[in-house]
């Protein structure tokens, strides 16, 4: 059962926090990975979805949030840090389902930020379905992959008249 006021209250503070927090994103996924025996390569197909403007949240400050944000939903992963394993190469996201609509997030899918790769740990879904909390672990050492996206779209009328000089 959905409760409008409170969907409201998740969407504006979801708003507002992208103002103070946004950030772009990259968030890959592993879609399928083959090796040939005889030679040896390994091939990769991966997929890229874009965030331009996830929550971003600063390190010092995953525990404290994550810790109140489970206060108010009463989530019980979250209730005890201990068990999360809180340390400095943890980064919390907050990603709008609006920003990418029809997307589940898997543990086996990473974040990259700022050319840093963080892979996911902690996946909470927002009341209503509204986006994601992620705890994700930075990967150090490692040269994250990029996958640019190249999409372009123009439309143009076309008239059925043509003119003749």
Same mark, same amino acid.
């Given at each position: 059962?959905?409760? *409008?006021?409170?969907? !409201?209250? &998740? =969407?504006?503070? /979801? !708003?507002? @926090?992208?103002?103070? !927090?946004?950030?772009?994103?990259?968030?890959? %996924? @592993?879609? +399928?990975?083959?090796?040939?025996?005889?030679?040896? #390569?390994?091939? +990769?197909?991966?997929?890229?979805?874009?965030?331009?403007?996830?929550?971003?949240? *600063?390190?010092?400050?995953?525990?404290?949030?994550?810790?109140? &944000?489970?206060?108010?939903?009463?989530? =019980?992963?979250? /209730?005890?840090?201990?068990?999360?394993?809180?340390?400095?190469?943890?980064?919390?996201? $907050?990603?709008?389902?609006?920003? $990418?609509?029809?997307?589940?997030?898997?543990?086996?899918?990473? $974040?990259? !930020? %700022?050319? =840093?790769?963080?892979?996911?740990?902690?996946?909470? %879904?927002?009341?209503?379905?509204?986006?994601?909390?992620? &705890?994700? =672990?930075?990967?150090?050492?490692? #040269? *994250?992959?990029? $996958? &640019?996206? /190249?999409?372009?779209?123009?439309?143009?009328?076309?008239?059925?008249?043509?003119?003749?000089?």
């Amino acid at each position: 059962m959905s409760n *409008p006021s409170l969907n !409201y209250l &998740i =969407k504006r503070t /979801l !708003y507002d @926090l992208k103002k103070r !927090y946004g950030n772009e994103i990259s968030v890959y %996924r @592993l879609e +399928a990975s083959n090796t040939d025996y005889e030679t040896g #390569v390994k091939t +990769a197909t991966k997929s890229v979805i874009d965030v331009r403007s996830a929550i971003v949240l *600063p390190t010092n400050e995953v525990r404290r949030f994550f810790a109140s &944000i489970a206060f108010i939903t009463a989530s =019980k992963q979250f /209730l005890s840090p201990g068990n999360q394993g809180f340390d400095q190469n943890q980064r919390g996201f $907050i990603i709008a389902a609006e920003d $990418i609509p029809g997307f589940e997030f898997e543990p086996e899918d990473w $974040i990259v !930020y %700022r050319g =840093k790769r963080y892979d996911v740990s902690v996946i909470e %879904r927002l009341e209503f379905d509204t986006g994601w909390l992620i &705890i994700a =672990k930075e990967l150090k050492g490692t #040269v *994250p992959e990029r $996958i &640019i996206n /190249l999409n372009a779209s123009n439309t143009m009328e076309m008239d059925d008249e043509s003119e003749s000089s």
